[in-house]
């Protein structure tokens, strides 16, 4: 999830934990035990991007990680305050270790997905959740904040501070079910249309969980269609894109493109550009919100440089941002 809702996230967590004891130095270490797992966004500047994306979200959102750098915060935190008596460096700890682990726990719930079992290459990825939702967050930073206000040991704190907990905590569950009702909306329509498919991928647009998309994996080619709860017509049409596998054949038994392959799960397309060629991650989505033929937003570009072939990735280009939500908008209105 974005950094806002994950210090959100640390410091109601540590409230919990710690705050009866040491009031708003919980939620200050709580916040920031929220973003330390995304510390691991530094690796982009000592290694290339494919490595760095493979080591996203991965040893730093583990549970190991959680484990061993608890006792550690915990302890440099109570020599900070080694003069207070408030809280003892096993407490301490604790408030690092929830603050810490709740972190990965919720990024699982996205797209990118996390290793919560590092070192095994087990990625949890539920995509029940864009990175980035004002219905998830808002409520969730409104109670954390103004419990904020309350003394430590007044009782409205910390209700205020379980009542933000409760509401995030019905919205991801929420998710989840609308999310397992999506997808056997996507399948009906799949069977009406006599569409043969191997695997349904679903997942929400950006910043809501109204619209959902699903990519379809079927052999030859992907299908990928959009659904809003408030549509009124039964079936969902699909975009069709092949795949063209053959014709990329040679690029694609290259040791780096294989490991995009395996970074993205399989959900790619590759296609051929001037400079080279633009290998596409399907996971994320296009600009678009119906139409195939748009450029998606995860995308790697390949080159050759001299018999060698190099990658970089392309940030997403939003010329007319407005433009484009106002697009999302209208779709998520239902059809």
């Known amino acids: 999830m974005d950094s806002l809702t994950q210090i959100v996230l640390g410091a109601a967590v540590a409230e919990v934990t710690l705050g009866k004891k040491v009031g708003n ?20 500047q000592f ?43 096993k407490e301490w700890s604790w ?25 095994f290459e087990i990625k949890v990825s539920y995509q029940n959740i864009f990175v980035a939702d004002p219905l998830y967050t808002v409520p969730f930073l409104v109670c954390t904040a103004a419990a904020m206000f309350y003394h430590r040991t007044n009782p409205r704190r910390s209700s205020i501070n379980k009542l933000g907990i409760i509401l995030s905590t019905s919205y991801m569950v929420l998710t989840l079910g609308t999310k397992g ?34 990519n379809v994996d079927a052999d030859s080619s992907y299908f990928i269609g959009y659904y809003s709860l408030f549509d009124t017509q039964d079936q969902i049409s699909f975009n069709r894109i092949d795949k063209n596998r053959g014709e990329f054949e040679g690029i694609m038994q290259e040791e780096i493109v ?41 995308r790697y570009d390949l080159v050759y440089v001299d018999g060698l072939l190099t990658v970089s990735q392309r940030q997403p280009e939003i010329e007319n941002a407005k433009e484009m939500f106002t697009v999302l908008w209208t779709r998520l209105k239902g059809n």
């Not at 909306?185 to 998309?213: G, H, M, V």
């Not at 790619?268 to 919100?289: H, P, Q, V, W």
């Open 25 to 44: 130095k919980a939620m200050l270490w709580g916040a920031i035990a929220g973003t330390i797992p995304d510390l691991d966004v530094i690796a982009k």
């Open 47 to 89: 290694t290339d991007i494919v490595t760095a994306n493979e080591m996203h979200r991965g040893f730093s959102h583990s549970i190991l990680f959680s484990v061993l750098a608890a006792p550690i915060f915990g302890w440099l935190v109570r020599k900070i305050y080694q003069k207070s008596q408030e809280a003892s460096w």
């Open 95 to 119: 408030l690092f270790f929830w603050s810490l682990i709740t972190h990965p726990l919720l990024d699982a719930h996205t797209t990118w997905g996390t290793q919560l079992f590092w070192p």
């Open 181 to 214: 009702y999506t997808y056997f909306k996507f399948e009906d329509s799949l069977k009406a249309q006599d569409i043969e498919y191997n695997e349904i991928s679903n997942r929400p647009t950006p910043l809501n969980t109204i619209l959902w998309t699903a």
């Open 258 to 298: 294989q490991r995009l392959i395996k970074l993205c799960k399989g959900w790619y397309i590759i296609k051929k550009t001037e400079e080279g060629y633009a290998f596409n991650d399907l996971r994320f989505g296009m600009f678009s919100f119906g139409d195939a033929t748009e450029e998606f937003v995860f």
